[in-house]
């Protein structure tokens, strides 16, 4: 990997994926642990004659963002727990008028203004049941700040090929620890560009007809196509429909394209996970102390594993089912009350093998923490 | 400068409501509800075509179509 | 005039009730349009939601029908990436002032070249009734069965000392003026905020023993005044209509622009 060597904060890391995903317009508002994205666009994004606004309020924040995608722009948002909730509102409007957009969240201890300068990973169900009504909903996370920059690139490749929002879900620990980056060279990690009508002028256009490939081509406003965007049921033009076909055709294509297409490719890693007895699942910062207790553990013959999930929504069920198959013991490594512990249940086929290892008091899970519940599974001697 | 004079003064029927706001605030008394609700001009002679019942309308039901009047 | 070369003819009869104000404002806003001479292809509408929402959708323009009270804020992302393209944000007065109150002053303060048109008919009628943040004290509405006890804002003051460097009202009643303010409106380089009182005979008008859209236009004619009219020295009730605010600021596109040149000069 050739590039630039950096040392920098997980939040340097996503700001220096979204440059080089090509942004072109940030709005946000001022929240901890974020708030250093915001800063260093503040900086960074005029000096390629992007735009960088610091908003009213995060509300108000999403709704920019949505306005400044449908004129052709790559858009992002950051914030954490608080303000993600107010994004929520803004998020249902972008899966349902279908818009390209990247949402991150660095995670701090709620429930409300809850520990703003700790870790959580509290917000997990957040992001996928956050918005009202039935949806789809994609959102990626990272351990290292080499995969914030990756993950950060990846969500606004999927948010440009699906047309929808993608939450990036940090954590104040991975957002704030400085480690190395590796800037990689223009080129070297591929970039989806926004998929633009080749409908001409004078032409009727959908805006809300899929290809046959899924995707949907988009015009800017401002140009050729004046159509309608909408949060209500719409047609294939963007009008506002109570049509019952209508309404059902299109909560299952918004369902359809992030469930079964955008979820072909789950991204996660995966350390001796063949012959794993005991299969840590993790992600996020969490997921370091997990990686440290497999590698010693190894080192000691022990088969311990580790799936560290990227992809948390979809829930990548098939990758989980299949990577747990063989383990005795499944251990879910996070900091929250078991949120995708919940989901890994689910996916596996003996759910009375799955257990916890958690930490919810705002300081990062240890490998000792971690190791307690080994012992606890195993018994003593471990 | 030729004065302008009405050559028609269309009511769409479909979009016509019939709130009566053109009835009452045309200066002329050119307009009328009709049987059905709907505004129906009457008195096209008496028209000034100042054109204030087209703007007032809130069904966009009017237009007004001039013409110069023969010198 | 042809209206139709401007609408989205297969949506009409509007959805409006019989009477209603806000057609008359999509009228005579289409109107302003035409005798300025504007592409449609430069104009775009952000409305928010709630019967003045609708009008975004009948209007032949690029069109987006948003969140409730959010629409300025939505208009700012697009405004902002796309300066050249003429962002007008029809918005309901509780859209605009309860809900949106914050977006509606943020926008003013900032003076972003957008033109807020506050169709005022003092009460949210989609969901039938209930007082809005401008329908004032000693109003009835299905939510104050015994009269409003809230008083009302102002919206001309508040969008003054919000910052808006245009600031107009007129009334439903007062067509030739309310077009001069929009068009006025829509020329001003800056945030510019037009109020046009409005009626709601469905249930404004029923409520308060109004009558019907003709007694309401009558009433608007009767209990407003031009800015400066003797009449308001006799009777200080009367409300005024008029331009309020008609100023030069740094509009905020333009304004960014520069801080855009000082980061690529390295300042």
Known sequence: MGGNLKFVQGNEACVEGALYAGLDFFAGYPITPSTEIAELLASRLPKTGAKFIQMEDEIASICALIGASLTGCKVMTATSGPGFSLIQEGLGYAIMAEIPCVI????????STGIPTRVHQGDVNQARWGTHGD?????????????????????????????????????????????RLVLPEHGEIAMVERLKTSVKEGVDYHPYLPREDGRLPM??????HRYNVTGLYHDMWGFPSDDSDVVDGLLRHLMDKIENQAAHFPKYREFYTEDADCLFISYGSAARSARHVVER??????????????????????????????????????????????????????????????????????????????RLIYGKGF | ????????????????????????????????????????????????????????CPDLAIDIVEEEEAE | ??????????????????????GTVLNVLIRVIERLGLNKSDIVIVSGIGCSSRIAGYLDFHTMHTLHGRALAFATGIKLNRPELNVIVPMGDGDALAIGGNHFIHAARRNIDITAIVMNNRIYGMTGGQYSPLSGYGIFASTAP???????????????????????????????????????????????????????????????????????????RDTTTPIGSGAKGQNPELIERGVFVNKELPEYCSAYDEVIRHAMEGR
């Not at chain 2, 028609?8 to 049987?35: A, Q």
């Not at chain 2, 096209?44 to 100042?50: G, M, S």
């Not at chain 3, 808006?164 to 007062?174: D, G, Q």
């Open chain 1, 104 to 111: 991150v969240n660095v995670q701090r201890g709620g429930p």
């Open chain 1, 135 to 179: 949806h789809a909903i994609v959102a990626l996370t990272a351990s290292n700040h080499q995969d914030v920059f990756a993950m950060t690139v990846e969500a606004f490749n999927i948010a440009e090929t699906y047309r929808t929002p993608v939450v990036l879900l940090f954590d104040e620990v991975i957002g704030h620890m400085r480690e």
């Open chain 1, 219 to 224: 015009s800017d406003f401002g140009g050729v």
């Open chain 1, 297 to 374: 553990r190894r080192r000691l013959g022990e088969r311990f594993g580790l799936l560290e999930l990227q992809t948390l929504w979809p829930f990548p069920h098939d990758i989980v089912k299949e990577k747990t198959a063989g383990a005795r013991y499944i251990v879910v490594v996070e900091m929250n009350t078991g949120q995708i512990c919940q989901s890994v249940r689910l996916a596996v086929s003996r759910p009375e093998r799955v257990f916890l290892a958690n930490r919810i008091d705002g300081v990062l899970i240890t490998p000792t923490d971690i190791q307690r519940v080994i």
């Open chain 2, 1 to 56: 400068m030729p004065k302008r004079r009405l050559k028609e003064l269309c009511i769409n029927k479909e979009w016509c409501k019939g709130c009566g706001i053109c009835i009452e605030f045309c200066p002329k008394g050119v307009l009328e509800l009709d049987t059905q609700d709907k505004a129906v001009p009457v008195r096209n002679e008496d028209c000034v075509v100042c054109r204030l019942c087209e703007m007032l």
């Open chain 3, 1 to 22: 005039m042809p209206v139709k070369d401007y609408i989205r003819e297969r949506f009409f009869p509007h959805i409006w009730c019989s009477g209603c104000g806000h």
């Open chain 3, 146 to 220: 015994y009269s409003s006890v809230d008083q009302s804002f102002d919206v001309a003051e508040l969008a003054a000392a919000a910052g808006a460097t245009f600031v107009a009202r007129s009334t439903t009643y007062h067509v030739n003026e309310a077009a001069q303010m929009i068009q006025k409106a829509i020329l001003h380089k800056g945030f510019s905020v037009v109020e046009i009182m409005s009626q709601c005979p469905t249930y404004f008008g029923r409520k308060n023993r109004q009558g019907d859209a003709v007694d309401m236009l009558k009433y608007m």
